[in-house]
């Protein structure tokens, strides 16, 4: 009955944690399309615009390391409630009078600013926050579920946004202000989750500036020391900016071959499709197989999706609306295996006070990527040509896929975690286990009684 009972309640709590979410992100991807298109028609400036869009992504990309640390220091809850707060302060505060009072369109780059700091500061408490409160059996499915809500928000988001703002050009800010203000009162009846750091005592006395470079610096040692962690998410930063070149390749070669805007918005969409069908098959899988194994099976699945990029050039139409919703949606259906599997390891094998930390490396590695593919992606298309750069793109997959199949799995596949003892069990101390071991046979030794550090 009791296990009923506490079964209910990290089900409800997971829930309120992931509707929360859902609507922080939701609200997150509709103000952030609709912020450049206010500052456009209020200044009619296409460069301002695009400031204002970059005071939305760089400074959330380059905080993220600090948003783990604070994360590790505080109860995520109450992170997550007085991001939410400052979202609110922000639209009333800064986009409120670019709306009614014609305030000066600046005010909206601060706007973008907080607002993507905030997000940032909710997805990596809301990240942290999943381990204090889902069983280990059941944290692949719960990250499977975090990451079809990232895919759906991602669909209907951009596209609600836009809605909005044609309907009226503050509807997106109001739209941010009720889901916000919902998702606060959802988190805010999770109970406190807060877990001190191990050395949380001793931090004060170290200095802040000593305290602020070992936390800056904790998730960043944990990564480099743990050789799964470090080979997947450079693998996940050199695919993200890959994919960013794919995305250019789509945009050109649907440009060039007259594929309708219609056509092409539907083909961008197949990515978060693909994303949110691969999220709903990915728990089965990451059970199933150590996580450098998917890994790898990631990369060659995205060798497969991409090679026929290289013949769309030739293709008609026809061909162009089959091929390239195949490839963009294969990329995201491959792509929330490898995020489903390298966030299940996240919760299982990190502990719990640097989750935030090392998830905010992981996430400034990874999406730092993203402007890089674009960068480079532009100058190789403008260079050699959408066929040879969509060859390119395959075969710099093929070159990671190949060396990481051929060396042994031992190499850089971590080993199975060791089951948790069951709550309020507690381990001997030296001298009792010396004890015991000596009054039963003198020349027997139990199997596996050292590996449990009980002898």
């Given amino acids: 009955m009791s296990n009923t009972r506490d079964d209910r309640r990290w089900r409800r ?42 005071a939305g992504m760089v400074p959330r990309t380059l905080l993220y390391v600090p948003v783990g640390a604070v994360v590790d220091r505080h109860d995520p809850r109450s992170v997550m409630i007085a991001s939410q707060c400052v979202r609110l302060a922000s639209v009333a505060l800064l986009i409120g009078p670019v709306l009614v009072l014609d305030a000066p369109v600046a005010l909206l780059a ?32 719960a990250a499977a579920r975090n990451e079809a809500r990232t895919h759906a928000t991602q ?31 959802l988190v805010a009846r999770l109970p406190r989750l807060r877990t001190p750091s191990a050395d949380g005592g001793s931090a004060p006395r170290r200095g802040w500036a000593a305290t602020l470079c070992r936390d800056l610096s904790a998730g960043l040692t944990r990564v480099r020391r743990d050789r799964f962690l ?12 890959l994919f960013q070149t794919v995305w250019l390749v789509i945009i050109v070669t649907a440009t060039e071959q ?12 197949a990515t978060g499709a693909g994303g949110l069908l691969g999220s709903l098959t990915s728990p089965r899988l990451v059970r199933r197989l150590r996580p450098g194994t998917v890994v790898t099976l990631c990369l060659w699945a995205w060798v497969v999706v991409t090679a026929p990029l290289a013949l769309a050039e030739w293709a008609g139409p026809g061909h ?10 294969g990329i995201g259906f491959v792509g929330a295996h490898m995020n489903v599997t390298v966030t299940t390891y996240h919760t299982t094998r990190v502990p719990t006070e640097l989750l935030g930390r090392v998830t905010g490396t992981v996430r400034l ?24 750069t969509a060859v390119s793109v395959t075969a710099l997959i093929l070159l990671l896929a190949v060396p990481l199949t051929l060396a042994r799995a031992a190499v850089w596949d971590p080993p ?40």
Avoid at 31 to 42: G, N, W
Avoid at 121 to 140: E, I, K, W
């Fill in 320 to 329: 162009l609306a089959v091929i390239l919703p195949l490839t963009w949606g």
């Fill in 416 to 455: 199975a975690p060791r089951p948790a003892p069951p709550p309020g069990t507690a381990t001997p101390p030296p001298t009792a286990g010396r004890r015991r071991a000596s009054s039963g046979s003198a020349g027997r030794r139990r199997p596996g009684l050292s590996s449990s550090g009980r002898g």
């Fill in 230 to 241: 470090l080979l997947a998410t450079s693998v996940c930063a050199c695919t993200n900016a």
């Fill in 155 to 185: 669909m209907t988001g951009r596209p609600l946004g836009g809605a909005l703002f044609g309907l009226g050009q503050g509807l997106p800010a109001v739209f941010d202000a009720v889901v916000s203000a919902v998702g606060l009162c």
């Fill in 13 to 54: 709590r997971f829930g309120l944690l992931w509707a929360g979410g859902a609507l922080s992100g939701l609200g997150s991807m509709t103000l952030t399309l609709a912020v450049p298109l206010l500052a456009l028609h209020q200044s009619g400036s296409p460069a301002l615009a695009g400031w204002i869009a970059a």
């Fill in 258 to 269: 007259g594929l309708s805007a219609f056509l092409l918005g539907a083909v961008l969409a």
């Fill in 110 to 141: 601060a706007a973008a600013t907080v607002h993507g700091v905030c997000a940032a500061l909710h997805a990596t408490a809301a990240t942290a926050a999943v381990p204090r409160l889902v069983p280990r059996d059941h944290l692949p499915t």
């Fill in 365 to 388: 590695v990874t999406n730092g990527a993203l402007p890089v593919g674009v960068l480079c992606g532009g100058h190789v298309l403008e260079s050699v040509g959408v066929q040879a």
